[in-house]
């Protein structure tokens, strides 16, 4: 979703309450992650949106708000199940490796783009050859790192004056119009699994005739197509006729309504003039508000998605740059409190940077740092020296449910630290992300990632490793980095995790973003459908959604 990859948008929460200063533990569940399936085949919904960083061009889109549209437009080798994330073979007739360096893919035959050609093999590494030339600027092209001769299709100079020495990689080789093989520079234990990703997705020949135009109005193979995008209103999609999966459901079409308050999207739920929310707001996770107003209309799943606060570059907010302030700050947030008193504790703390739904999770990674010591907080803020910047800041998007959980916090962090934090609101998600990446956010940053495929991996090497595009503090560690290289080349899936394990515990040593909490997706719907499901990944899948 995302999202990571996708950056969540966001994290439903309740009103702005006064931070207690006793902690409280304790959680609840709920076992009810979808409607009853059946209904009728056709028709239209509508769900929840959010507006789109960037043009939807599957390799430039790293967040939940464009890549939910993606996910219902594209087809890729791969598509993850929907209740365990499980990989499962789509375009892919089989991937097929003996090293985990050597990978032959033999793709279906049939397969239709919805302006009408078939998709190939040279779509996909046509596809992927674009994401990762350097001149293209694709946020998600160091997915395509691990490819043999992805280094020659990267620009010499920040400002890529100098063009690359190639915009193709050695490693990937059209055989015939149905195969083509994938060669890394070193093994890649889990390479099948990501190719589920949406920067994987293959291109039609007419992206590269005008991919701006594209990203307008992009063409997939999935099981529904772009009929119009109403900038910051709505994005209408519609069932694709030619769609050669299995996963197409029973829709005639999707309409993403884009909505700037989660308040007015819940209502409108309520009122049955909106089918589907990813979102419940602050106003109704009170006391369970939402299971009143949504009786047998509502589910909770734990899903592969953490939210974190990371730290502006030192370069663009020196303040932060001591590890010993950012472990000091970490130490001073309440979790359980602010998780009871926010969202009801529909919420896990966080014990390090990795979800518990993905195979090689180990808890307490963070130590000590992510338990809240209000003297201990206080103890190493002035071991570092104090805080020189004058206030705190957590900046965060005012288009979702976060104004709560950042107040709380920053009151827990005043109350700790004693010194002065401000949450501080910026107007739309597209906006606050755009700051991010242009390096102009000071202070601190609520930061969410939704998994892009269930993988420890992903939950560290696109947000930490030295470069990465979702790296938005600008964290550099070569020892990490090189535990995550040994971590890739691992042929055992318990070595790996074991080696993915010892680069996770570096970064409590650093804390380039501090970890709040695991997620449990919260979801609303009309009296109108039905087969609501909540995937592993915290979104709607349309497959199983249909109008009663």
């Given at each position: 979703m995302r999202g990571t990859a996708r950056t969540v948008a966001v994290v439903a929460g309740v009103s702005a309450v006064t931070l207690l200063a006793a902690a409280c533990g304790g959680g609840s569940s709920n076992d009810n992650t979808k409607s009853t399936a059946g209904g009728k085949t056709g028709g239209t919904v509508t769900v929840r949106g959010c507006n789109p960083q960037n043009p939807l061009i599957p390799s430039n889109t790293t967040e939940t708000c464009g890549?939910?549209?993606?996910?219902?437009?594209?087809?890729?080798?791969?598509?993850?199940?929907?209740?365990?994330?499980?990989?499962?073979?789509?375009?892919?007739?089989?991937i097929d490796t003996s090293d985990n360096q050597n990978f032959t893919v033999t793709i279906k035959k049939g397969y239709k783009f919805q302006d009408g050609t078939e998709v190939k093999a040279h779509n996909f590494v046509?596809?992927?050859?674009?994401?990762?030339?350097?001149?293209?600027?694709?946020?998600?092209?160091?997915?395509?790192?691990?490819?043999?001769?992805?280094?020659?299709?990267?620009?010499?100079?920040?400002?890529?004056?100098?063009?690359?020495?190639?915009?193709?990689?050695?490693?990937?080789?059209?055989?015939?119009?149905?195969?083509?093989?994938?060669?890394?520079?070193?093994?890649?234990?889990n390479m099948p699994v990501r190719l589920g990703y949406s920067a994987f997705a293959p291109l039609p020949d007419s992206f590269f005739k005008d991919p701006k135009a594209y990203g307008e109005k992009p063409v997939g193979a999935g099981p529904f197509k772009l009929d119009s995008w109403t900038k910051n209103t709505e994005i209408k999609l519609s069932k694709f006729a030619?769609?050669?999966?299995?996963?197409?459901?029973?829709?005639?079409?999707?309409?993403?309504k884009i909505y700037q308050d989660s308040d007015?999207?819940?209502?409108d739920v309520i009122a049955n003039q909106l089918d589907v929310t990813d979102e419940v707001p602050s106003s109704a996770m009170i006391d369970d508000k939402y299971k009143t107003d949504l009786p047998d209309r509502n589910a909770q799943k734990a899903v592969g998605v953490i939210q974190t606060i990371t730290f502006a570059p030192a370069k663009v907010d020196p303040n932060y740059a001591d590890?010993?302030?950012?472990?000091?700050?970490?130490?001073?947030?309440?979790?359980?409190?602010?998780?009871?008193q926010i969202f009801n504790n529909t919420r896990q703390p966080a014990t390090g940077w990795v979800s518990p739904v993905v195979d090689g999770y180990k808890a307490g990674q963070c130590g000590e740092y992510c338990t809240f010591d209000a003297a201990k907080a206080k103890a190493k803020l002035d071991e570092a020296g104090g805080f020189k910047g004058g206030k705190m800041t957590i900046s965060y998007n005012a288009d979702a449910s976060h104004k709560a959980w950042v107040e709380a916090t920053?009151?827990?962090?005043?109350?700790?630290?004693?010194?002065?934090?401000?949450?501080?609101p910026v107007v739309d998600f597209a906006t606050f992300r755009a700051q991010i990446a242009a390096k102009k956010m000071k202070g601190?940053?609520?930061?969410?990632?939704?998994?892009?495929?269930?993988?420890?991996?992903?939950?560290?090497?696109?947000?930490?490793?030295?470069?990465?595009s979702s790296n938005d503090g600008d964290y550099s560690n070569p020892e990490f980095d090189k535990l995550l290289n040994e971590a890739a080349a691992q042929t055992d899936a318990a070595a790996a995790n074991a080696k993915y394990q010892e680069a996770e515990k570096l970064l409590a040593n650093d804390m380039p973003a501090i970890p709040m909490w695991y997620s449990t997706a919260t979801f609303g719907w009309s009296d109108k459908v039905t087969g609501v499901k909540i995937t592993a990944f915290g979104t709607i899948d349309f497959a199983s959604l249909s109008l009663k």
């Open positions: 890549g939910n549209v993606l996910d219902a437009i594209t087809a890729k080798l791969v598509h993850y199940n929907a209740e365990t994330g499980a990989p499962e073979n789509d375009i892919a007739d089989k046509d596809a992927w050859n674009y994401a990762a030339y350097g001149p293209n600027a694709q946020s998600s092209g160091y997915f395509m790192e691990p490819i043999e001769g992805f280094d020659a299709t990267q620009c010499a100079d920040a400002d890529c004056k100098t063009k690359p020495k190639t915009d193709k990689m050695t490693g990937l080789a059209v055989k015939d119009d149905y195969t083509f093989t994938i060669k890394t520079t070193e093994k890649v234990s030619d769609y050669s999966g299995k996963f197409g459901g029973k829709l005639d079409g999707i309409t993403f007015a999207a819940y209502n590890p010993k302030i950012r472990q000091a700050i970490s130490m001073a947030i309440d979790r359980p409190t602010i998780i009871k920053c009151n827990s962090i005043k109350g700790a630290l004693g010194v002065d934090c401000v949450a501080t601190m940053f609520r930061t969410g990632w939704q998994m892009d495929y269930p993988s420890i991996e992903n939950f560290l090497a696109p947000i930490y490793k030295t470069g990465a």
